[in-house]
């Protein structure tokens, strides 16, 4: 798969093993409400993940043993990150 999109308004939004996709690019524009984005499956490359999203809550699942970085910008924004992350700058 070339590229991965979804776009969405508000609503309760449930994806699970992202990964499986095997896509180096995935784009999610979402409206907000209660999303879940879960990264976990069978990933045999590296993927560039762009998430934008209105006022809402978003969970993330990246897998634990899955390399990661992530970078946020926003007003009102509020990050609470399991541990095995490290925050610093805008990630």
Excluded: K
Excluded at 20 to 35: H, I, K, W, Y
Excluded at 70 to 90: M, P, Y
């Amino acid at each position: 798969m070339g590229s991965l999109t979804v776009i969405a308004g508000a609503a309760r939004l449930e994806l699970s093993q992202l990964a499986n996709a095997n896509s180096p690019r995935m784009e999610f524009t979402l409206g907000g409400g209660d999303v879940t984005l879960d990264f976990s499956g069978d990933l045999s490359q590296d993927v560039d993940v762009a998430i934008e999203g209105a006022a809402g809550n978003f969970t993330i699942y990246v897998p634990d043993g899955t390399p990661a970085r992530a970078r946020t910008r926003g007003a009102f924004l509020s990050i609470n990150a399991d541990t095995g992350w490290t925050a610093r700058d805008d990630g």
